[in-house]
């Protein structure tokens, strides 16, 4: 069942489109990953989501209703997480989990929230003393703990060490585990590969690749296999016993071969050189990365 769905969306400043003909929907139980470079019209999108941004034109709809006719409905089922704010500076974690929670019927034990994301040795600390990674980490906390049905989580875990990441992870994936939709957002592109479902990658105000990460990735991904040789290598004769083009790009000692990296071909790219007597080192195989693709797409959508 579709949680968000967005159909045809417009929204303009002015003269200015933000936002330019957005369709896309996000589902119960699935993480949805928004991507885009800066002033590319994410921020917009969420906040016309979350209610806090008119449309110009077109339809949105979270849970089935429209958050800007349906605001205090919409208030209890929906969490939001903003980039660093929303705290008086003089709160403690306790106080502050003490008080979200008690907006709700049913939340969720504070104190087992500052255990899971290690904020129980901060929970008497003032806000304004945290760390950049236990602020972020408190807000997380304060936007999940009504039990949302839908949560919108703005860069999680930009500043957090890596155990804080780890625990951020977790808590996203019990909160999927729980039929919970989330919409996140984020600049750090190893987060979204780790955590996404679905990606939506906004440039200019419009969607440039929208669907299941795993499409997304095998449309776009390349994969190769590489070497390292200072001997003289045959490429006619490679390429005929091999049958794979066998390419030397940097025109230095690395060879690659594009298209494929599997087991078997790896075990007759080294059979060869062994038979050769060609002396390689450094083989390794890779494929196409996140972070490869989206600075592929935007970069093509920037030179139109």
Do not use: C, W
């Amino acid at each position: 069942m579709a949680v968000i769905e967005v159909s045809d969306l417009y929204v303009k400043y002015g003269s200015k489109e933000a936002v330019s003909g957005l369709s896309f929907e996000a589902e119960y139980g699935q993480i949805l990953v928004v991507l885009g470079p800066n002033g590319a019209g994410k921020s917009t999108t969420i906040e016309s989501l979350e209610g806090f941004r008119k449309p110009s034109s077109g339809t949105v709809k979270v849970l089935g209703l429209d958050p800007q006719k349906h605001q205090r409905e919409l208030g209890k089922k929906i969490g939001v997480m903003l980039q660093g704010g929303g705290v008086n500076p003089r709160m403690t974690p306790a106080q502050a989990l003490a008080l979200f929670a008690g907006y709700y019927d049913n939340p969720l034990d504070p104190k087992e929230l500052e255990q899971s994301l290690e904020l129980n040795h901060v929970r008497r600390t003032p806000f304004r003393r945290l760390s950049g990674g236990e602020k972020q980490r408190l807000l997380l906390a304060l936007s999940v703990v009504g039990r949302p049905e839908v949560v919108f989580l703005d860069e999680p875990t930009s500043g957090v060490d890596p155990a804080g990441r780890v625990a951020i992870r977790e808590l996203i994936a019990k909160l999927r585990a729980d039929g919970v939709a989330v919409i996140l957002t984020t600049h750090e592109l190893g987060e979204a590969e780790k955590l996404g479902d679905r990606l939506l990658i906004i440039s200019h105000g419009r969607s440039i690749s929208y669907g299941d990460l795993s499409q997304i990735k095998a449309q776009h991904s390349q994969t190769q296999i590489s070497f390292r040789s200072s001997s003289p290598i045959d490429q006619d004769d490679f390429e005929t016993n091999l049958r794979v083009p066998l390419e030397r790009p940097f025109g230095n000692d690395i060879y690659i071969i594009r298209g494929e990296n599997s087991p078997e071909l790896v075990a007759l790219v080294t059979r060869y050189l062994a038979d050769k007597k060609v002396n390689f080192h450094d083989l390794s195989t890779s494929s196409t990365s996140l972070e490869d693709i989206y600075l592929s797409l935007t970069k093509q959508e920037g030179s139109k």
